[in-house]
């Protein structure tokens, strides 16, 4: 009962900061729409041995806001009309079973959401999700209380949920839908342990208007003036963060089997500073969109500490053999933006033709350590300063086969 309590203050503290913000930036009460859903999904992962029961709840409460053809945004009618969605939700994670007396809380999540339908009918419409958002963890690993909770041991998180929807239109103001999705918790490997918690899912919704929904004016083609710069785009960027090491974590920590040993190891483990420098070179062929590959140049400063735990958790022999230790890699990406004005998504895949961050393959994968493969993932967003002479500020999410290296902030120029 108590969450609950906790969920409805959540929901009508969303309310009232989202009106009150969107009235504050000039949409009208008129565009504005409220949002209710349950989803039911469950823990994908299969390194799970004391988990028996893996499904859970999500209930979510949303304040839409509906982009229109009077605001004679050409990013709005380039991309349909979207709505974009302030959302909070809790997630009932806490009804996980266990064979042991491992202990998992629920999570508190506050997201943004970009619901485009790319089907449009009249009775009808379907389309894509994406979610962004920060969460509240409130029941962390413990080494000594909780040592089977192995998956998320910061407070804070990032959250992230991509998925398809499809809605029936029920009158003018009514919508009721369902979706399918797929949501990943994550510290970004600001503290270990960080297995994360990836769930897929289903859920219902539903969803009332402010205002008449006019099925013709969303289907239309304005042709807004569209002002973009085509062409070839330049690009250095500066980035950094910090970094737990899952070697030092296997060495240190995972190894040791007394539980008030591990917890002293654990809050031993130091937080590693890492550096990039990028190159991009990209072709902006459309107003949404823009291609091209990337020269990544990563630096990290564990060097020393790297080896030293690779020589206790696999052996004087597998260092030995390995690549060796060196600090700086060099990655070649693809690299995709998708621009809303001056905000930009940002997505990177990348390979490594130099890098030597000694023990590789089957040995690091064996023991939950993605991070020594030879490709890499980058996502997250930019924010372009044009009178700033095209300067911008980035955030994002560095990760090798879906698990996190290190949240990365970024300051680069576009020449």
Not at 328 to 336: D, F, K, R, T
Not at 357 to 377: F, I, P, Q, S, T
Request: glycine share 10%; hydrophobic share 40%; charged share 20%.
């Amino acid at each position: 009962m108590k969450r609950f309590t906790t969920f409805a203050f959540a929901v009508i503290a969303l309310i009232f900061a989202a009106t009150t913000t969107a009235s504050a930036q000039g949409v009208r009460s008129s565009d504005l729409s409220f949002m209710a859903q349950g989803w039911y999904g469950f823990d994908i992962e299969k390194s799970r041995p004391n988990l028996t029961s893996y499904g859970y709840m999500n209930y979510e409460a949303a304040v839409g806001i509906q982009t229109n053809p009077e605001n004679r945004n050409p990013y709005a009618e380039a991309f349909g009309f979207p709505m974009i969605n302030i959302g909070f939700s809790l997630s009932r994670t806490s009804n996980f079973k266990f064979s042991d007396t491992t202990k998992f809380p629920d999570l508190y999540t506050l997201y943004g959401s970009f619901e485009r339908s790319i089907l449009k009918k009249r009775l009808v419409s379907a389309g894509y999700l994406l979610d962004f958002g920060i969460t509240y963890n409130p029941g962390r690993y413990d080494p000594v209380n909780n040592p089977g909770n192995n998956w998320l041991s910061s407070p804070i998180m990032a959250y992230f949920g991509a998925g398809v929807f499809a809605k029936m239109h029920i009158g003018k103001r009514w919508e009721a839908g369902v979706n399918v999705m797929f949501r990943h918790f994550s510290n970004g490997r600001l503290d270990l342990p960080n297995e994360a918690l990836n769930g897929v899912g289903a859920g219902l919704f539903v969803r009332y208007r402010m205002s008449d929904y006019e099925y013709e004016k969303y289907t239309q083609k304005y042709n807004f003036e569209r002002n973009w710069d085509k062409g070839m785009q330049y690009m250095i960027v500066l980035g950094g963060g910090v970094h737990t090491c899952m070697a030092e974590w296997n060495a240190y920590v995972e190894s040791e089997p007394d539980p008030v040993k591990k917890a002293e190891a654990a809050a031993q483990l130091k937080a590693h500073p890492k550096f990039s420098l990028s190159f991009d070179a990209i072709y902006r062929y459309s107003m949404r969109y823009a291609t091209g590959i990337g020269l990544d140049l990563f630096y990290s400063t564990n060097m020393d500490a790297l080896e030293k735990s690779d020589r206790v958790f696999y052996g004087d022999e597998a260092v030995d053999n390995c690549p060796g230790y060196f600090p700086l890699s060099v990655g070649i990406a693809v690299v995709q933006e998708v621009y809303w004005g001056n905000f930009a998504v940002h997505v990177a895949v990348g390979a490594y033709p130099y890098r030597h961050k000694g023990v590789n393959g089957e040995l690091a994968k064996e023991a939950g350590d993605r991070e020594r493969g030879w490709h890499y993932e980058k996502a997250g967003f930019r924010y372009y300063f044009p009178k700033l002479g095209d300067m911008f500020v980035g955030f994002a999410i560095k990760s090798h086969s879906i698990k996190a290296e290190y949240l990365e902030f970024s300051l680069g120029v576009r020449i």
